[in-house]
């Protein structure tokens, strides 16, 4: 079964900013030793800030990048909205086509 992550946030919840953050990098390290990797991580709206060297959780998505081939895509109108295109080192700079297949392609999709 292929998994898909829709990231569409810098944390998990909307309560506490700071939990949030600190959520969302738990779920990066937590997920290098999970038995399951997903087939595609899709990050979306302020989620494409993730893919920023200065993530706490960087290396981790790096690690499933490039040692367990976990597709990153990384939506183009998002980066460019918050300029942050060529700051990006990690992931596949994607158009919405990209990340609607990816969905489509997947039997489960998981949004975060």
Request: charged share 20%; aromatic share 8%; net charge negative.
């Amino acid at each position: 079964m292929s998994t898909a992550y829709l990231i569409s946030s810098d944390k998990i919840g909307n309560q506490d900013p700071q939990l949030g953050q600190r959520l969302m990098h738990s779920f990066f390290m937590n997920l290098l030793t999970a038995a399951e990797k997903p087939a595609h991580i899709l990050f979306v709206e302020r989620g494409v800030k993730l893919l920023l060297p200065e993530f706490s959780a960087f290396n981790a998505l790096k690690i499933l990048q490039d040692e367990y081939h976990v597709e990153l895509l990384a939506c183009i109108t998002c980066l460019d909205y918050y300029g942050i295109t060529d700051s990006i080192t990690i992931g596949q700079i994607s158009g919405m086509p990209e990340i609607i297949a990816a969905m489509h392609e997947s039997d489960k999709v998981i949004h975060l």
